[in-house]
């Protein structure tokens, strides 16, 4: 069963950039999953790690994504060490302010590239954080 949500990157001028993740974006499985991807797959580089964070939506994260063996669907591309990208059709990324964080349904994770954190959201909180994490 799906239990979607949103990742993204915290931006500077209190605004979030997030895309969609279909499945199990649950606090509990994607904080070690996006520490992972940081660490292993992009060497711990917050600002290219988030620049593909926010380049699609996902149907799924995980740092052992690989090509080899994958069959994705139509609509699907498979990124190394990051997981299976939604790409048609082609969305935009939520850009709002922080105090619309209510508006999306689930949890939210946002990454803040000033700190290497986890910032989790969840629409039952508003803007008040549920829990704050290191990436590492």
Request: overall charge negative; hydrophobic content about 40%; glycine content about 10%.
């Amino acid at each position: 069963m799906a239990t979607p949500g949103y990742v993204g990157r915290l931006n500077a001028d209190h605004t979030f950039t997030a895309r969609y993740v279909h499945f199990d974006a649950t606090p509990a499985r994607l904080i070690p999953v996006l520490g992972g991807i940081w660490h292993d797959t992009f060497g711990r580089d917050t600002a290219t790690f988030l620049d593909v964070l926010v380049r699609h939506d996902w149907i799924d994260l995980s740092p052992n994504t690989t090509a080899a063996g994958a069959r994705p669907f139509p609509g699907e591309q498979t990124v190394d060490g990051v997981g299976t990208a939604a790409i048609d059709p082609a969305t935009d990324p939520v850009n709002a302010p922080i105090g619309h964080l209510d508006r999306l349904d689930g949890w939210v994770l946002l990454i803040d590239p000033a700190t290497d954190t986890v910032t989790v959201h969840h629409r039952d909180n508003g803007t008040v954080p549920a829990g704050r994490h290191r990436l590492a």
